[in-house]
């Protein structure tokens, strides 16, 4: 048991969910399901192409860290505020069909791609990317605690 633990410990120190300095994070409890993951993945997908903040809000940790495709960084207040003010616009978000979801007691990891389509800096893009997304299970619910992305370069 105490080697899972130690296993389950590295595995979020590697993924940026054990805190460190004053980005600690919050406790999860529960034990997350493949299904709940994915119906929440989907609601922040609604979320974001809708610009409905409340959810966006109620969905994200305050711990969340969000690594963007153009390997910028942003916590929960940045990267709503992003939206909020209009520089950032998610027009259409677009998963494929080879998600994967693997659970870790109050941890959920999806992984995959799909297609974004964006407004960022005034200009319209279609971003391919090859993403993960870490969900956590708290008292009020599932939340998204990180994402880290790259682009997938056009086939030649």
Same mark, same amino acid.
């Given at each position: 048991? /105490?080697?899972? *633990?130690l &296993? +389950?410990?590295a595995?979020c120190? @590697?993924l940026?969910l054990? !805190? #460190?300095?004053?980005?600690?994070?919050?406790?999860?409890s !529960?034990?997350?399901?493949?299904?709940?993951?994915?119906?929440?993945?989907?609601? &922040?997908?609604?979320a =974001?192409t809708t610009?409905?903040?409340?959810a966006?809000e109620?969905l994200f940790g305050?711990?969340l860290t969000y690594?963007? *495709?153009s /390997?910028? *960084?942003?916590?929960k /207040?940045k990267?709503i505020?992003? @939206?909020r003010s209009?520089?950032t616009k $998610?027009?259409?978000m677009t998963?494929?069909?080879? +998600?994967?979801t693997?659970? $870790?007691?109050?941890?959920?990891i #999806?992984? !995959?791609?799909?297609? $974004?389509?964006?407004?960022?800096?005034?200009?319209?893009?279609?971003?391919? +990317? &090859?993403?993960?997304?870490i %969900?956590a299970?708290?008292?009020? !619910?599932?939340?998204f605690?990180s %994402?880290? *992305?790259?682009g #997938?370069?056009?086939? =030649?």
């Amino acid at each position: 048991m /105490a080697h899972r *633990s130690l &296993r +389950l410990f590295a595995l979020c120190a @590697m993924l940026g969910l054990v !805190g #460190i300095g004053t980005a600690a994070a919050e406790e999860c409890s !529960g034990t997350v399901t493949a299904d709940e993951a994915m119906k929440a993945e989907l609601a &922040r997908y609604a979320a =974001q192409t809708t610009n409905d903040f409340a959810a966006m809000e109620k969905l994200f940790g305050n711990d969340l860290t969000y690594n963007h *495709s153009s /390997a910028a *960084s942003d916590d929960k /207040a940045k990267y709503i505020d992003a @939206m909020r003010s209009g520089r950032t616009k $998610y027009r259409k978000m677009t998963p494929n069909s080879d +998600l994967t979801t693997r659970t $870790y007691g109050c941890l959920a990891i #999806i992984t !995959g791609t799909a297609v $974004y389509e964006v407004t960022a800096g005034g200009q319209d893009r279609t971003v391919p +990317l &090859r993403f993960t997304a870490i %969900w956590a299970k708290r008292p009020g !619910g599932l939340q998204f605690v990180s %994402w880290q *992305s790259t682009g #997938i370069p056009p086939r =030649q």
